[in-house]
């Protein structure tokens, strides 16, 4: 089954306590990204990748850090995290060309910074 | 990648069809017109696209006004598991432009 992995789930940390959020996805595609969710602003891109060792900056990316060293993993890192950065979190994955370049979805991370 | 204009919030009663009115006046020649759905916090879940031509799939059909300047997603036969926040989205397709996610439609389907 295709599907975008995301772990944890859930996730209670505190401020200043480095943490990561692993993202997977099994259809080899080459687009990965990751978005932050909060009421009334919608979803907003934190960081992409449009292959193995190519990362980019989206709109909100401070306090944030990606990686991208194999094609079916892209992990956020937060190293420092403030209670700012208390949202829902997305990953997402893609084929980069194409029109009908689909996303796909994980079920989502919602980190509370205390 | 233009911008789009949906209404907050819609009703529909359960079996009916939900009509959702998407406007993208300064949409590009290039420009895709997208369709997600978000249940309940889960993650986006896409329905359909269509560039010019009306298109339909097992889930919605899409409807695109001649001058593009307008669509409509139709779900023929809303449920309660239907009930969902809509986002319209236009973008150039074969880029790596991200999808702009906008605010959407809270759409509420009443049994």
């Known amino acids: 089954e295709a599907q975008v992995t995301q772990n944890p789930r859930y996730l209670i940390t505190v401020t200043g306590k480095k943490l990561t959020v692993t993202c997977s996805q099994n259809?080899?595609?080459?687009?990965m990204s990751w978005y932050r969710q909060d009421p009334g602003l919608g979803l907003r891109q934190i960081y992409y990748?449009?292959?193995?060792?190519?990362?980019d900056k989206g709109d909100v990316p401070e306090g944030y850090k990606v990686s991208r060293k194999e094609k079916r993993n892209f992990p956020l890192i937060l190293e420092s995290p403030s209670p700012n950065q208390t949202s829902l979190y997305f990953c997402?994955?893609?084929?980069?060309?194409?029109?009908?370049?689909?996303?796909?979805f994980g079920q989502g991370t919602r980190l509370t910074v205390v | 990648d233009a911008k789009t204009t949906q209404p907050p919030s819609m009703d529909c009663a359960e079996g009916r069809a939900a009509n959702l009115p998407c406007n993208h006046s300064?949409?590009?020649?290039?420009?895709?017109v997208y369709w997600y759905r978000q249940i309940h916090s889960q993650g986006p879940q896409y329905i359909i696209h269509?560039?010019?031509n009306n298109e339909t799939n097992e889930m919605a059909s899409l409807i695109i006004t001649e001058d593009r300047k307008s669509s409509t997603l139709i779900l023929p036969h809303a449920t309660l598991r239907d009930t969902a926040v809509y986002y319209c989205?236009?973008?150039?397709?074969?880029?790596?432009?991200?999808?702009?996610f906008g605010t959407g439609t809270s759409l509420t389907v009443i049994p």
């Open positions: 997402a994955s893609r084929r980069n060309g194409g029109a009908n370049t689909e996303a796909f």
């Open positions: 259809m080899n595609h080459e687009y």
């Open positions: 990748s449009m292959n193995v060792e190519v990362t």
């Open positions: 300064t949409i590009s020649g290039n420009e895709y």
């Open positions: 269509g560039l010019k």
């Open positions: 989205i236009v973008r150039v397709a074969n880029t790596g432009n991200q999808f702009y």
